[in-house]
């Protein structure tokens, strides 16, 4: 199972809004609405920010949201905050039952 | 509050076995999937295996199948991830997860287990 693409590094100044593509395949991104987004900041555990394509689990700033296209999904970040500089990784479930990984994207906030 | 804590981890021989374990409190852990997601240093999140509530299904990722075998006690609230033939490629920090709804959306996260894979 090949990692989903992501771009590596995306940046914005504050206050702006940002976009990372998630790209996968028939197998998965493509049939499953079951892609989730995760932020993970260096030496934390990663944290869920959306499920399911689009929705945010409670407590998720309503500044992230999802959609999805064919077989790329998307993670908008608007109003950009110095506290949102961290790497994002999307997921989806296979149709082996497995979970793939995005590359990950480095967000740096300028 | 939900939490996981995994133990376990250290420095091993390529070719030697490991047992990691995850520590689970604050839900009804025999109502969640559970997977292994590791990180090998300076790269991306690599999902490695996942079992259902009832330990009677499990799927691995292709790069340990074979090799790493998942088993979770739910009397004791601990899962497992016994490793052997470990490489210098299975060095990496392995986080235990909650799925939250059985399709692999993953709530909460352990900070993680270092396995080093060394001569």
């Known amino acids: 199972q090949s990692a989903l693409t992501q771009p590596a590094s995306v940046s914005g100044p504050p206050g702006q809004s940002i976009t990372i593509s998630c790209t996968g395949t028939?197998?998965?991104?493509?049939?499953?609405?079951?892609v989730s987004w995760y932020q993970h900041h260096p030496g934390k555990a990663p944290k869920l920010l959306i499920y399911e394509v689009s929705y945010r689990p409670s407590g998720v700033s309503n500044r992230f949201s999802g959609s999805k296209s064919g077989n790329t999904a998307s993670l908008t970040i608007s109003g950009l905050q110095a506290e949102d500089e961290a790497d994002y990784y999307c997921?989806?479930?296979?149709?082996?039952?497995?979970?793939?990984f995005g590359g990950g994207t480095k967000l740096t906030v300028l | 509050q939900v939490q996981l804590v995994e133990s376990g981890g250290g420095v091993v021989q390529p070719g030697t076995s490991l047992r990691l374990s995850c520590a689970a409190s604050g839900f009804t852990f025999r109502t969640y999937a559970i997977h292994w997601v590791r990180q090998a240093p300076g790269k991306g999140l690599d999902w490695v295996a996942v079992i259902s509530n009832d330990g009677s299904n499990k799927y691995y990722a292709d790069s340990v199948k074979g090799r790493f075998t998942i088993s979770r006690d739910n009397s004791k609230n601990t899962l497992f991830l016994q490793m052997s033939s470990l490489s210098a490629e299975d060095t990496a920090v392995y986080h235990c997860?909650?799925?939250?709804?059985?399709?692999?959306?993953?709530?909460?996260w352990g900070q993680g287990t270092l396995v080093t894979v060394s001569s």
């Open positions: 997921s989806s479930f296979t149709s082996s039952r497995t979970l793939v």
């Open positions: 997860a909650r799925d939250t709804s059985g399709w692999y959306s993953l709530d909460s």
């Open positions: 028939r197998s998965d991104v493509g049939i499953y609405t079951y």
